[in-house]
């Protein structure tokens, strides 16, 4: 079982770009959650999804987060156009039965 | 005031002591209490993971537990330098905690 896993691992990008960062949940798992960690805010829930289907998206930031789940392998949270007070670490993590599997996270940086 | 509040620490202990952490929670719905561990640019990964109030015991781990005052601890028996890291408590009410609210996270720094 390779777990959870997240590309970029770290991305670097100018403020007003498009960032995407993409996820792999583990096989099986139903549901899939993208949170945000900084120092500040500690994790913090976007979105979460249930087989493909958005479930709970209260916590995206703005309309500049949008997150897709084309099919049960395959995640993507994007950011358009990007700031500078979206840098943090973004993480995916899949479940089946409640226990969440993270992933070890993308590391943004917008300057 | 935050759903689920937990002091950032850093709490450092010798090689050997126990190590005692602690979160307090708002929402007497939740009814799913976890552990998790996290080491420098990893992913959180689950410890421990408890259901309503009791204890749990997993090795050198032990979570309590107390719904009357919304009040959950980790103790780590015997700390190794490897259990150096960040612990975030975590809770959720529905089914096996699906939605989960997070504590900020207590780093512990174990020395040898």
């Known amino acids: ?111 | 005031q935050k759903e689920v509040e937990q002091d950032p620490g850093p709490l450092s202990v010798p090689e050997g002591a126990i190590v005692s952490l602690n979160c307090t929670y708002s929402n007497s719905a939740f009814q799913y209490f976890m552990w998790y561990r996290q080491y420098s640019r990893k992913g959180p990964e689950l410890l421990m993971y408890t259901y309503s109030s009791g204890n749990k015991e997993d090795g050198r781990f032990t979570a309590q537990v107390d719904k009357s005052s919304k009040y959950i601890s980790l103790f780590i028996r015997d700390s190794q330098p490897s259990d150096s890291a960040t612990y975030l408590c975590a809770t959720g009410g529905d089914t096996a905690g699906n939605k989960l609210t997070f504590g900020g996270g207590t780093r512990v720094l174990v020395k040898p």
């Open chain 1, 1 to 111: 079982d390779a777990g959870v896993i997240q590309s970029p691992r770290h991305e670097v990008t100018e403020m007003g770009q498009e960032v995407t960062l993409r996820c792999k949940p583990i096989s099986g798992h139903d549901y899939l959650f993208w949170y945000r960690q900084t120092m500040m805010r500690g994790l913090e829930l976007l979105i979460y999804f249930n087989n493909n289907v958005p479930i709970d998206d209260s916590g995206m930031p703005e309309d500049r987060f949008s997150a897709k789940m084309p099919n049960a392998s395959f995640s993507t949270l994007k950011i358009q156009p990007s700031e500078p007070r979206d840098s943090a670490v973004y993480f995916c993590a899949s479940s089946f039965s409640g226990l969440l599997h993270f992933g070890n996270g993308t590391r943004l940086t917008v300057t």
